[in-house]
T-cell receptor, first 112, second 110 residues
């Protein structure tokens, strides 16, 4: 099976812009979760989608949003980018919520 | 906020030695998982232990779970240079989210 893929791998944006990141889960996986990783805050949960429904959301402002499509592919969007949004954004898929998660390589976002 | 806290933050060992790291968490859990991350890449799942299990083995990995103390430990035996990485514990609770600790950075010296 192909692994979790994330596009793009690297992204440079300026403050105030918006960005959309994409994640394709492992075939058959219906749960997709997003995480933000920074040196200061570590790995923080953003949200989890299962069958196109957001089941949980972490403590992030409304500028962070996501969605999942019927084929389980997911996107996350960050609007009005701030310098502090610079991070590695990781997507993970799972066959069932709570089971082992398979992570993609991440998207490295740099906000200038 | 992070549910789990790993100890130590960093560990340096000689190849062939064992590495032990601990994880403490705050709330009740369904399961606890350990992941490895190499140089800022994606995480790799190592092992999952359910709340009703006390010990689990996978190859050179041994995980223990003490729900009364809300703690877990990961032991890597006979370490290799390829084990150099950051290790994270993650707890899964009823709120459908996996909460990660701050991680332990392990360096295996040749």
């Amino acid at each position: 099976k192909a692994g979790v893929t994330q596009t793009p791998r690297y992204l440079i944006k300026t403050r105030g812009q918006q960005v959309t990141l994409s994640c394709s889960p492992i075939s058959g996986h219906r749960s997709v979760s997003w995480y933000q990783q920074t040196p200061g805050q570590g790995l923080q949960f953003l949200f989890e989608y299962f069958s196109e429904t957001q089941r949980n959301k972490g403590n992030f402002p409304g500028r962070f949003s996501g969605r999942q499509f019927s084929n389980s592919r997911s996107e996350m969007n960050v609007s009005t980018l701030e310098l502090g949004d610079s991070a590695l954004y990781l997507c993970a898929s799972s066959g069932m919520t709570g089971n082992e998660q398979f992570f993609g390589p991440g998207t490295r976002l740099t906000v200038l | 906020s992070q549910q789990g806290e790993e100890d130590p933050q960093a560990l340096s060992i000689q190849e062939g030695e064992n590495a032990t790291m601990n994880c403490s968490y705050k709330t009740s859990i369904n399961n606890l998982q350990w992941y490895r991350q190499n140089s800022g890449r994606g995480l790799v799942h190592l092992i999952l232990i359910r709340s009703n299990e006390r010990e689990k083995h996978s190859g050179r990995l041994r995980v223990t779970l003490d729900t009364s103390k809300k703690s877990s430990s990961l032991l890597i035996t006979a370490s290799r240079a390829a084990d150099t990485a950051s290790y994270f514990c993650a707890t899964f609770s009823n709120d459908y989210k996996l909460s990660f600790g701050a991680g332990t950075t392990v360096t295996v010296r040749a």
